[in-house]
């Protein structure tokens, strides 16, 4: 029944608002290195990714499954970072959960939450993480990160 419901779902699939590979084209020209961090099963991530022609614009894509832990848990960000051979102190992490950020904050990477909509509450963000509401803001922050090691 999972295989079932995740089949519909992989057919329904879009990127959100403002994600276009044109913007993930230029996250990357920001960035030392581009990972993906998800809760799911690594075929299932793999394969979405591959379908939907994203799977270039990462370095590394770390799975629950393949760290045997789930986002807020900071062993999934580790792997990330060690996938990347990346320095927390160094890395940012962007979610549109901020639970998730707390997991990103507790093995010292900066953070910046994506806003889906203007009635959310910030409340509960890490110290020192910052907030975007269009993916194109998101470059505004790499940029800065990139010159300074700040997210603000």
């Known amino acids: 029944m999972l295989r079932e419901a995740w089949g519909t779902w992989q057919q329904k699939a879009r990127l959100c608002e403002g994600v276009t590979k044109e913007w993930l084209t230029e996250v990357r020209r920001l960035s030392e290195a581009v990972g993906a961090v998800t809760d799911g099963d690594e075929a299932d991530v793999h394969g979405l ?30 792997q990330a970072l060690d996938s990347l051979s990346a320095e927390p102190g160094r890395s940012l992490f962007v979610s549109d959960s901020i639970l998730d950020l707390h997991g990103a904050h507790a093995v010292g990477m900066h953070s910046v939450w994506f806003r889906r909509n203007q009635t959310e509450s910030a409340m509960g963000l890490p110290p020192r993480a910052v907030s975007v509401s269009h993916p194109r803001e998101l470059n505004k922050v790499l940029s800065r990160f990139r010159e300074t090691g700040k997210v603000g």
């Open 49 to 78: 990714l591959e379908k939907m022609g994203l799977l270039r614009y990462f370095d590394s894509v770390t799975t629950s499954e393949a760290s045997r832990a789930y986002k807020p848990n900071p062993v999934v960000y580790q």
